[in-house]
Structure formats: structure tokens, C-alpha cells
């Protein structure tokens, strides 16, 4: 009797943060084994793990996970990044291949800032692009970091952004240091409106200590952002890469997907679908988070194997924090409630028509 | 479902490959790059079963740079074909054969061009054009048709988009866009990606 957890997950990464949902049904050949289940579990303080598949299964690897976390935490003291932590699991997960062993986790995760791993090396793709100029200066100018390669790994990442950034030159405080003004230049032009508290702006702040000359965005003339790399060259380079969200998907065949949206589970496609239709940058917070919970409702409602309760959690630089548990029968009692008015409303205008 | 295709000409060899990371019956990923880099001037496309193809293209990939390390030079690409295919071979009648299908294009001094087409079997063949995947049935004939071995650049990547087209036409499923690679002398050079923004 092999319980086989079908859930309804989603996971989509915004540009400050990364937001997980999850239901908390755990059935058993059609049974509800439980119907509590904490299905979105921290494995450190910046990195979340959502599971689905068999329960037992993503009991242990989640375990398993935080406890390499913490080892090479302790062995190398920053954290390990979120693609390191999926690579880590899809490699201990391949020789399993093809045995019973069931399942599939995103990991949610913010990489980098004080205490994280920094800046990707990342593979030989970026070299050629940190030669041919595309996105070096910029990753440069802002990371003080001397090898390009990491800078070009981090540009990349951020490429739409760094045009964001040039553009929002004028808009961003002038006693903003370079990567403060690189966050916000990116969020006032790219529209999110997520809740950026005090205290996060002036860690931002607190993290760079270098400041271009004229106090210029990193992503004006490249002769600035050349001269602000060799003055940060010569600095100590203790200061942590501010870092970005990351949303990976592992799964028990082997698959190790980055992504910006993925649904996982047997509710997996109504919430994809309900997704796709709203999704757009720009959301704030409180919008991006009653859509992970409307993904999730709407997957719970067609989905024999999702329901009961829905999960948000929302994982930025700070680390990840949660809602409190909210269970979606009363989210299907008002919106039966809704649909009744909205009928009694439109036989109204029906009778006053004719 | 995934599909590679790969047309070698005098002094270059184009490759393309789908941009689909898919689940059952879900697109997981439309961006998803299916080609390794093992050198300069060196491509592995991989496709096959889920795990699979990562699993062994990078341990490929993560050997032929460890020659390089080791000897100061880099593996030729018919050198790094008789390679993996020698691993492929080896794993095939293990407990945990590769199921990945791979097309091998790279660029020699002495030699100039080659394509090399492996398939899970780990058969090994040096060929002028070759395509992988359902959508090999469509273009093969294509292919046959129109190659002739001093195509130039442009002519390639046209022979390139006539292939697509045809998925486009006629293949069951939708491959929305390919990412498309040239390599030649200089390295390995991206291109646009298939099929072109409409304006």
C-alpha cells in the first residue's frame, strides 16, 4: 500500500523573492491518509523544499537535503546556493533511477546576500559571453568582483534587468550606493510593487560599501562602471553579492529544471492553467500571492488528490516567512455564495429587460 | 517528442535542437538549452530520458575538459565521438544503460567539420546531415533533397528553416522554437532562434 501523495503545488519566482503554495492533502489509494499534512518544508533559513509524490519518500529526501545543506554549511560556512542544493539532490537521487522511488520538489530559495554562496561561476556558456562583451561591464561594475566570469554568470541572469536598471538612473536615490540602486532601479521600472520594508533598503545599502563616481546607476557609461571594477578590484572583496531568487524543480527520473514557474503534482495542470492566463511581471506581493492561492484552490477543486488546506510561503532576501493555514472549504462556500448573488443579479437585469 | 538536427557544411557545421523541457504531458520549460559544450569548439545535443541526458552529457562534458587539464590540449572531436561512444557502449549492457540519443558536432583544425550521429545504442556514425527524434521522419527526406556539400552559411540555415517549417506543417505536436548553433574556425556562435519574432 504505497501512499501515492498526489498534490496540486505551485511555485513562481517574482523578481524580489519566491513564492510556494501547497495544499495539505496526503491520500492513499482514495483514502485520505491525512488531511494536514506540511507539504512546504525550510531546509535553512533561505531555502524551502515543496514536496510531492510519495509521502514517505519526500519525508526522507527532505531530510536527507537539509542535512547536506547543513553539513557543507558548516564545512564552508555560507550556504549553499539553490542550484547547488538541486544538483546536489538530482545526483544522489540518479541511482534510484528506476526503481519505485517517487518524488518530485521544487526548491524555492533566495541565493546569495550575508551568509550565501556567491555569485555563479557557472559554466563555459558564460565565458564566451563574458568575451564577446555582452552584459560583462555591467555585472562588473556593480559586483567588484575580479573575475568577470562571475560578474558575466550574475549579468546574465539579471540581462533584462540591467536595462531596467540604466533607465531608472534618474528615478533611484542618489545616496544609494551601486547595488542599492541596482534593486530598486529594477523594481521601480519593472513595476513590483512588493513590499520593500526600510530595514531591507538599508541592508542593501549596508552591503555595498562601494559608491560610484558621481554616484552614476551601475548601468550608465561603461568607462565609469570599468573604473568602478578597478577600484573595487583593489577593495577587500568581502562584500556578499546582494543575490537573486531561485526556483529549481528535481524530480525522481532524473529531471533538474530551472524555471520561473513550475506546478508540480497531480493537480499540477489546472494550476498551470489558471497561472498562465494571470501571470505577468509586475504583480505585487499580495497579488502574487492570492494567485499562488487561487492556482491551488482551483487545482483542489478538480483534483480528487488535492484539497483541504492551502500553504503560502514567500521566500526573499530576508529568508522565508509563511501565512498561516487557511483552509479552502470556506473559499468554496464563498464563492458559491458569489456565484448565487451574481445569478440573482443577472435574473434581475433579466426581468427588468424584459 | 524532442528534436535535434544537425547539417555540416565545408567549413561549418549548423545545429538546432527544441527548446521543450516536458513532462508527460506537461511543457515544463520552453527554454530549455539541449546543447553541451565540451570545448571550444565542441557540441553535444542530447536528448532521451529525463536524467538521463544531463547525467551524460555532463559527465561527457566534465571529461573532455579534465584531457584538456591533463594533457594541455584539447580532445578532437572524432576523438571525443569514439569517447562517448565508448562510455554509451559500456553502460548499454550494465544495470543502468543511457537512454540518450546525441548528435556530436565540432570543428578540427586538421580535419575541419564533422557531425557525428550516436544513438542509444551506442552506434556511432560520421554524416553530413542527420536529425534525431519523431520529427526525423519528416525531415530526413529534406535533407536528402536539398543538401549539397558546399552549402554556404545562409543556405544552411534556410535548408535549416524548410526543415522547421515542415514540423510546423505536419508534426503532431507543436515545437514552438528551436535554439540554433553555428560552429566553425572561430568557435561556436549562437544564433537566432527558430522560428523568427513575427513582426
Known sequence: MTPHAGHGRTKRQTQDGVIAAADSRASCSGLIACPAVQKIMPVHSHLVVTTSGSGADCMLWQRILAHECRLYHLRNHRRLSVGGAAKLLAYMLHPFKGTELCVALTLCGWDGGRGGASPPVEDLWVMEEKVTGWGGEEGCGSKGRKETRECAGQACEREGEGEAAGEARTEADEEQTALGQEASGVEEELGAKAERTESEREEDATHSRRVEDGGLSRASTTESSRAGATAAEQEVRQEPWAGGPRLYYVCSDGTCLQGELFSVGSGSPYAYSVLDCELRWGLSLSEAVSLAREAVYRATHRDAYSGNCVDVFYINSQGWRCREREDLREEYYREKEKRKMRQGEQEKCGMKHK | ?199
Do not use: W
Not at chain 2, 534556410?158 to 566553425?184: M, T
Open chain 2, 1 to 199: 517528442m524532442e528534436y535535434l538536427i544537425g547539417i555540416q557544411g565545408p567549413d561549418f557545421v549548423l545545429v538546432a535542437a527544441d527548446t521543450v523541457a516536458a513532462s508527460s504531458i506537461i511543457q515544463m520549460k520552453h527554454d530549455y538549452d539541449k546543447m553541451f559544450k565540451l570545448s571550444e569548439k565542441i557540441l553535444l545535443l542530447c536528448v532521451g530520458e529525463a536524467g538521463d541526458t544531463v547525467q551524460f552529457a555532463e559527465y561527457i562534458q566534465k571529461n573532455v575538459q579534465l584531457y584538456k587539464m591533463r594533457n594541455g590540449y584539447e580532445l578532437s572531436p572524432a576523438a571525443a565521438a569514439n569517447f562517448t561512444r565508448k562510455n554509451l557502449a559500456d553502460y548499454l549492457r550494465s544495470r543502468t544503460p543511457y537512454h540518450v540519443n546525441l548528435l556530436l558536432a565540432g570543428f578540427d583544425e586538421a580535419d575541419g567539420p564533422s557531425l557525428y550521429y550516436m544513438d542509444y545504442l551506442s552506434a556511432l556514425a560520421k554524416a553530413p546531415f542527420a536529425a534525431h527524434g519523431y520529427g526525423a521522419f519528416l525531415t530526413l527526406s529534406i535533407l536528402d533533397r536539398y543538401y549539397r556539400p558546399d552549402l554556404s552559411r545562409d543556405e544552411a540555415v534556410d535548408l535549416l528553416k524548410k526543415c522547421v517549417e515542415e514540423l510546423n506543417k505536419r508534426f503532431i505536436l507543436n515545437l514552438k522554437s528551436f535554439s540554433v548553433r553555428l560552429i566553425d574556425r572561430e568557435g561556436i556562435h549562437d544564433l537566432e532562434r527558430l522560428p523568427l519574432p513575427q513582426q
